[in-house]
């Protein structure tokens, strides 16, 4: 298969356990309240530690093998700030949107390192595109609950899923074309992203797992960030 063609495979296939999630989430009803907060709370938490381990196994060391101390620092503080902008100008328009932004900023400089890295490690890519595959199916299930209102159609939310999920194959493409000869701009990014979701995570995620009291969710993080750790070691 030409590169162009797996690098966009991959990368579909990783992006489809957004709305994946999404579906799963849709379905999940328990007429237990509390039962239903629970599990809630849980994939949150999941999600937010694999969230963790993106940033902490593959974004910043990846990221930081790219750039100069200086600008590694720098990024990450101007991603952080950015998100912080972002975020209150969510919070004034009354939008539940941190979620989605966690997962984008996870998914797609990820997916851009899966396109680069298919010039030379095809394996480690597949690697790679299974990982990002299981971390957006519970980033992907807490979105869905934090975007969808019960009386509104669910297939808009999907929908609006399936289209970012789309943004995988252009951000593979656009990293086999043209990043894997621009390694300090992909390092940027990965950088960059790994600020939005620290700020997102500690600012939006976690205080929502925590709404639902009990600290059985906070293993979630725990397993989530385990998944993560499974990934790397396989991968590395």
Known sequence: MEPILYALFLAGFAGLA?????????FE?????????????????????ALLSAVALVLIPE?????????????LAVGGLVFYVVDRRLAVCSGNLSLLLAMLLDFLPEALALGAMLGAEVGTALLLAMMIFL???????AAFRGIWRGNSPAWHVL???V?????????AAV???????QPQVLGAIMVFASGGILYLVFQDIAPKVHEAGGS??????????SLGLAGHLLIG
Do not use: C, K, Y
């Open 135 to 141: 971390q957006n199916v519970p980033e992907g299930f």
């Open 29 to 49: 009803h328990s007429r237990d309240a509390r039962l239903h907060r629970d599990i809630l709370a849980w994939v949150t938490s999941f999600g937010g530690g």
């Open 216 to 225: 059985a969710p906070s293993l979630g993080a725990v397993a989530g960030f």
């Open 163 to 171: 289209a970012l999920a789309a943004l995988g194959p252009l951000s």
């Open 159 to 161: 929908l609006l899923f």
């Open 63 to 75: 990221g930081s093998d790219l750039l100069a101390p200086v600008a590694v620092v720098s990024w």
């Open 175 to 181: 990293g086999l074309l043209w990043l894997v000869d």
């Open 18 to 26: 957004m709305p994946l999630g999404g579906v799963l989430a849709w």
